[in-house]
């Protein structure tokens, strides 16, 4: 699986950007997908997931209902809206994939085995 995310750019804060995330291969129902981001001088932090599947959703605490994930299995593409955007928020975002059929929830990088590049969204006030 090859993962490749874009949308990422430069808002002002309270602004909004969708990420997008395509994936190759012709099993992109079978796998749980994740976004996770990485703020400058931070670690790589969880921000939610999804199982292609039925297309049910977990989300880290701080989203707060302002992020929202959901994929759309005919283009093989997963997205992340996020809404309200804070400063805080600027980080490089990754798209990752478990492993085929593995659909357990997990916040945990190290269980996804496959990622993207990244794209940088940088929100400034």
């Known amino acids: 699986v090859q993962l490749q995310a874009s949308g990422g750019g430069s808002v002002q804060a309270g602004g909004s950007l969708r990420l997008s995330c395509v994936a190759s291969g012709h099993t992109f129902n079978k796998h749980r997908m994740g976004w996770f981001r990485r703020a400058p001088g931070k670690e790589l932090e969880f921000v939610a997931t999804?199982?292609?599947?039925?297309?049910?959703?977990n989300y880290a605490d701080f989203v707060k209902g302002r992020f929202t994930v959901s994929r759309d299995n005919a283009k093989n593409t997963v997205y992340l809206q996020i809404n309200s955007l804070k400063l805080e928020d600027t980080a490089s975002y990754y798209c990752a994939a478990r492993r085929k059929n593995f659909d357990l929830v997990s916040l945990n990088p190290g269980v996804y085995a496959y990622w993207g590049q990244g794209t940088q969204v940088t929100v400034s006030s």
């Open positions: 999804i199982w292609n599947g039925d297309g049910t959703t």
